[in-house]
């Protein structure tokens, strides 16, 4: 066992590595995708709200009720896509209201909509927010910052030397890694991010996790712990 121990914060594929701590991100109408000693987040992505939603936002409050869930998400708005803005305005709201009282961190896909993900930001200060997968401009990172948002690279650090410059000259404690629906392992994001950084993987590896343990918990953290340790 290597002693980095690799946070993949956003992802969709759901795999075991002793190394590898992943927080799967599922639909609130697939949670037969839960499973034993797995991290997972929950929420209706703008892509997938249905007419009748109501009863997806129940199951979610019944997870957050239950603490199994460490995150709700991805969640948010998307101009680019079908269903109607005003629709996804309202689940995001309903969704950050949980997200809220539960004291949950939110993953948030936003596409073109970043006026008003800044602004319900400023209707929520105390929710921890990550916009994941971030392709911007570094200025678009610095407002971000400068509202107390996170902010996640993905794949595109590999290939797009600009997002590479942005993650360059983001502050350490406001960064997160994760592969989502790509096939680039997170072993490689880091080993990217970290020559990115100029620091060693090991560096990276600690910087990542204080800020994981920050955002969602130390109590996760340490049963992922737990379960380590027993599994060696
Ligand atoms: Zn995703």
Same mark, same amino acid.
């Given at each position: 066992?290597?002693?980095?121990?690799?946070?993949d914060?956003h992802t969709h594929k759901d795999f075991?590595?002793?190394?590898?701590?992943q927080?799967v991100s599922?639909?609130?109408?697939?949670?037969?995708?839960?499973?034993?000693?797995?991290?997972?987040?929950?929420?209706?992505?703008?892509?997938?709200?249905?007419?009748?939603?109501?009863?997806?936002?129940?199951?979610?409050?019944?997870?957050?009720?239950? &603490?199994?869930?460490?995150?709700?998400? *991805?969640?948010? @708005?998307? +101009?680019?896509?079908?269903? $109607? /803005?005003?629709?996804?305005?309202?689940?995001?709201?309903?969704?950050?209201?949980?997200?809220?009282?539960?004291?949950?961190?939110?993953?948030?896909?936003?596409?073109?909509?970043?006026?008003?993900?800044?602004?319900?930001?400023?209707?929520?200060?105390?929710?921890?927010?990550?916009?994941?997968?971030? &392709?911007?401009?570094?200025?678009?990172? *610095?407002?971000? @910052?400068? +509202?107390?948002?996170?902010? $996640? /690279?993905?794949?595109?650090?590999?290939?797009?030397?600009?997002?590479?410059?942005?993650?360059?000259?983001?502050?350490?404690?406001?960064?997160?890694?994760?592969t989502d629906t790509s096939s680039?392992g997170i072993?490689?994001?880091?080993?990217?991010?970290?020559?990115?950084?100029?620091?060693?993987?090991?560096?990276?590896?600690?910087?990542?996790?204080?800020?994981?343990?920050?955002?969602?918990?130390?109590?996760?953290?340490?049963?992922?712990?737990?379960?380590?340790?027993?599994?060696?």
């Amino acid at each position: 066992m290597s002693s980095v121990r690799y946070y993949d914060i956003h992802t969709h594929k759901d795999f075991d590595s002793p190394d590898i701590i992943q927080i799967v991100s599922i639909e609130c109408s697939e949670l037969h995708r839960m499973r034993e000693g797995k991290l997972f987040s929950a929420g209706i992505h703008p892509w997938q709200i249905p007419e009748s939603f109501e009863h997806l936002l129940t199951d979610l409050e019944t997870l957050l009720k239950a &603490n199994s869930i460490i995150a709700v998400g *991805e969640i948010g @708005l998307d +101009k680019c896509c079908k269903t $109607s /803005f005003a629709l996804q305005d309202v689940v995001l709201k309903m969704q950050l209201q949980l997200a809220e009282k539960y004291k949950k961190p939110v993953i948030i896909h936003c596409v073109k909509a970043w006026q008003e993900i800044i602004a319900i930001k400023n209707n929520h200060q105390n929710l921890k927010l990550i916009i994941h997968s971030f &392709n911007k401009s570094y200025e678009q990172a *610095e407002t971000l @910052l400068k +509202k107390g948002f996170f902010l $996640s /690279f993905g794949a595109a650090i590999l290939k797009n030397d600009k997002i590479a410059e942005v993650l360059r000259r983001m502050p350490f404690d406001k960064i997160f890694l994760e592969t989502d629906t790509s096939s680039t392992g997170i072993v490689e994001l880091y080993k990217r991010a970290a020559d990115i950084r100029s620091i060693k993987v090991e560096e990276l590896g600690s910087l990542i996790e204080d800020n994981f343990r920050k955002v969602f918990g130390e109590k996760f953290t340490n049963d992922r712990k737990q379960q380590l340790e027993y599994q060696n």
